[in-house]
T-cell receptor
Framework: GAGVSQTPSNKVTEKGKYVELRCDPI?????LYWYRQSLGQGPEFLIY????????DSGLPNDRFFAVRPEGSVSTLKIQRTERGDSAVYLC?????????????FGPGTRLTVL | KQEVTQIPAALSVPEGENLVLNCSFT??????LQWFRQDPGKGLTSLLL?????REQTSGRLNASLDKSSGRSTLYIAASQPGDSATYLC???????????FGTGTRLKVLA
């Protein structure tokens, strides 16, 4: 079956622009996570959705970052007024339920470069 | 605050060697620990997941152990192959949360 997919795979933008990153989780997975991975670092948690609602957004760095999941499936991470420090790989993961025992299945990521 | 450390940061070994990757964490109240593999420019692939009540998990040539009281986990790779070359990430999930806290990874290179 299809895994987690993310589009675009690469995004280059200019400082100050707005970007949207999309995540398609595995069909039927109710939990969805966004992480950000800077060069040479491990992924850092941004936000977790259970269904349509953001259950934990404690990892969002500031109010320029926002994420939605309106129908409980596809999610979009939105970044306003991008800064060079936002350059990173943005990873999406999904899991079948919110049980802590569930493995999280990761997508290939979107590499964002802010010039 | 949970912190995860991985040692060594990079490792280069000849093909066929057995090797051990180390992971330590500061808060022992974890729900589970997971080892991931990441190839350049790719996402993460789950290798092994160890629940807090377990001591080890095995899959093929991989064996992961967990000592929660000392805050340590090891990933043992037997008879390493060039195809094992990748970055290996350790991540822990604390009780009451759903997010993983990752280490910075070990970059492994297996030489043919």
């Amino acid at each position: 079956g299809a895994g987690v997919s993310q589009t675009p795979s690469n995004k280059v933008t200019e400082k100050g622009k707005y970007v949207e990153l999309r995540c398609d989780p595995i069909s039927g997975h109710t939990a969805l996570y966004w992480y950000r991975q800077s060069l040479g670092q491990g992924p850092e948690f941004l936000i977790y959705f259970q269904g349509t609602g953001a259950a934990d957004d404690s990892g969002l760095p500031n109010d320029r970052f926002f994420a939605v999941r309106p129908e409980g499936s596809v999610s979009t991470l939105k970044i306003q007024r991008t800064e060079r420090g936002d350059s990173a790989v943005y990873l999406c993961a999904s899991s079948p339920t919110r049980q802590s025992t569930d493995t999280q299945y990761f997508g290939p990521g979107t590499r964002l470069t802010v010039l | 605050k949970q912190e995860v450390t991985q040692i060594p940061a990079a490792l280069s070994v000849p093909e066929g060697e057995n090797l051990v990757l180390n992971c330590s964490f500061t808060d022992s109240a974890i729900y589970n620990l997971q080892w991931f593999r990441q190839d350049p420019g790719k996402g993460l692939t789950s290798l092994l997941l160890i629940q807090s009540s377990q001591r080890e998990q095995t899959s093929g040539r991989l064996n992961a152990s967990l000592d929660k009281s000392s805050g340590r986990s090891t990933l043992y790779i037997a008879a390493s192959q060039p195809g094992d070359s990748a970055t290996y990430l350790c991540a822990v999930k604390n009780y009451g949360t759903y997010k993983y806290i990752f280490g910075t990874g070990t970059r492994l290179k297996v030489l043919a």
